[in-house]
């Protein structure tokens, strides 16, 4: 518990510091090292024997929220606090962050839409892996993408939501994970 706070306190301080939400694992870990003369790997060995070190993230789902533009890019990681829900107006106008505002398959297709352009923004990828949309929907709605979808249609997972979607398109990565794009007009 005293290492999730440490690495909350860590990337909250380099939030402040530099402006930028999502922080990348590896300048994490260099922080980390700096500051308590430890790796993450290090820690990670004791508390997850044989896995990586972004499996403390991903097994905090609460206080940390990942995302990794592809498979070969590097991992990012912005904690998830509430204050990010109420700031979030600021930061992206164009979604609110109510989720009683997303009841139908029509505005959830708008979310995803709006959410995917958010991830691809500053990014040379046109897609964003499901995994990725749905951390950055819990972080902006505070609840898990397949609960919406299930009370806004008969699907259970976002995979068998996104056909429903003509706006989108998705393929599958080389490692099986999902990827969704916005399926821009021609002009």
Partial sequence: EEFIVQ???????????????????????????ETFNLTIDEVVLVYFPGSPASSIFVS????FVL???????????????????????????????????????EKMELVLVKIIKILTKKSQNTYVLTS???SEFKRIYGKPITEVI???SSKKKIADFLPLCSSLTMNKAQNGQIKVAVIEPSS
Avoid: C, M
């Fill in 60 to 63: 905090h789902p609460a206080n």
């Fill in 150 to 152: 299930k009370q806004v």
């Fill in 7 to 33: 690495l909350q306190q860590l990337i909250k301080k380099e939030i402040r510091g530099t402006g930028i939400q999502w922080i990348s694992l590896d300048k994490i870990s260099a922080l980390y090292q």
């Fill in 132 to 134: 990725n949309v749905a």
């Fill in 67 to 105: 995302h990794q533009p592809d498979e070969n890019d590097l991992i990012y990681v912005t904690i998830f606090e509430l204050e990010n829900n109420r700031n979030f107006g600021k930061q992206y106008p164009e979604l609110t962050g109510k989720i009683s505002e997303v009841d139908s398959v």
